[in-house]
């Protein structure tokens, strides 16, 4: 009866290793077509950029300045803080001073402290409010993130096609040294790659985000914005709502140049599930279990294995097969990674080339701490983001706790 039990956990541990390497096989399969795109893009109607800033983020300079000089006919900037004494804004105050911007074309704003959401959302809605009313598209991006000069043009292409209500990009975590937590974040950020290239499972992220004004106010996402925390999800949700598709832009991955100590992921991959969990149940359901399943097998594997090599238990032998997930995880994330470095910007990819082992050796443990991060979110409504403490009671109510330099709310 052992022996069967641990024949039908090696069986299990086959199945659950083969499924991501059947979605980087899909993904494979799909991204040359979707980079098949024109390489002059005829469709650029007016558009306001909306960058929420808090803080300065590694770079920060350089990120912003990137969108200073997109390539694109009609683009209006709007950047926004919460407060005048932010350090962003005197950075960017000084940035659009030095680059000589008419005001019509770029703009700092002050959105004031919110309530009830997330600052982020509070700040996008404040610069919607003062965006230009010829602009047909709004484009939302992070300061943590430095886009070439046609990452716009690329990801406003799409919404030619009127069946198309939204587009994305994605980040790419670069880090700068290979610490186990830089690239902890970088391999499990990457891990959401092979659900974007299918409209059934893909999502937006906020830092590349595009849709048009239309799209924007028949959804009513600033009613949906009003008590959220998360931008990119609920925009998601709106947008399927509506029966109009979201679409990837795979030329559009931003690259976010930042270091990342263990807590810091780890802090970061908690707020993400929670988000998860909050606003794409199944999209969390489904993490949860897989993440879960596949690191109790391993762990079953390798407590198998101590057993063999003391009794030499066939059964036992058996049972150790479990610990089969932990190469298939390696197979997978080297050839997923073959397939997404050609997404990375050209003068970046020999850096990360150069750290493939480390992506390749850190996938077992990004695995275990998604598990981490599933009971994490599982007890807890609670997370800090940028120095701010909420709750997220539901989709449709937020409360703000407590402010880093403040006392609780």
């Given at each position: ?16 290793g ?94 004031g ?59 790419w ?49 600033a009613a ?52 998860s ?54 197979a ?24 493939r ?17 599933t ?35």
């Open positions: 009866m052992s022996l069967l039990l641990n024949g039908a956990v090696a069986a299990l541990a086959a199945v659950l083969a499924v991501p390497l059947l979605l980087t096989a899909r993904l494979r399969r799909r991204l040359p077509a979707m980079l098949r795109t024109p390489t002059d893009i005829q469709y650029c109607p007016p558009a306001s950029v909306i960058l929420p800033c808090k803080g300065l983020d590694p770079g920060f300079v350089d990120n912003v300045g990137s969108l200073l000089h997109q390539d694109y006919p009609d683009l209006e900037l709007l950047f926004v803080v919460a407060t005048a004494d932010d350090p962003a804004y005197d950075a960017i105050a000084r940035l659009l001073a030095e680059d000589g911007l008419a005001p019509r074309r770029a703009r700092l704003i002050v959105a402290l919110g309530h009830g959401r997330a600052q982020k959302l509070t700040n996008q809605l404040a610069a919607i409010a003062q965006a230009s009313r010829r602009s047909r598209v709004l484009v939302f991006v992070d300061s943590d993130c430095r886009p070439d000069s046609g990452f716009v043009r690329r990801l406003v292409g799409p919404l030619a096609d009127a069946r198309i209500g939204a587009t994305t990009g994605y980040r975590y670069h880090p700068p040294e290979p610490s186990l937590g830089s690239m902890l974040r970088s391999t499990w950020n990457a891990g959401a790659l092979p659900f974007l290239v299918d409209e059934k499972t893909t999502h937006a992220w906020g830092g590349a985000m595009a849709i048009r004004r239309e799209v924007y106010d028949r959804a009513d996402i949906i914005w009003d008590r959220a925390v998360s931008d990119d999800l609920t925009l998601t949700v709106a947008v399927k709502r509506l029966g109009l598709k979201l679409q990837f832009v795979p030329s559009c991955i931003a690259v976010s140049y930042e270091e990342s100590s263990l807590p810091a992921t780890l802090e970061f991959t908690n707020r993400q599930s929670l988000i969990r909050v606003y794409l149940p199944p999209l969390w359901w489904s993490t949860a279990i897989g993440h879960a399943s596949a690191n109790l097998l391993v762990a079953y594997g390798a407590v198998n294995l101590l057993v063999w090599a003391s009794s030499d238990s066939t059964s036992a032998l058996a049972g150790a097969l479990g610990l089969l997930l932990v190469p298939m995880q390696w997978n994330a080297l050839w997923l990674f073959g397939a997404i470095v050609d997404l990375i910007p050209e003068h970046l990819r020999p850096q990360v080339r150069h750290l082992w480390h992506y390749v050796l850190t996938a077992p443990l990004a695995s275990a701490m998604t598990l981490i991060n009971l994490q979110s599982a007890r807890t409504r609670r997370m800090t983001w940028r120095g701010i403490t909420y709750e997220l009671r539901s989709p449709t109510e937020t409360v703000i706790i407590a402010h880093a330099d403040s006392s609780p709310v």
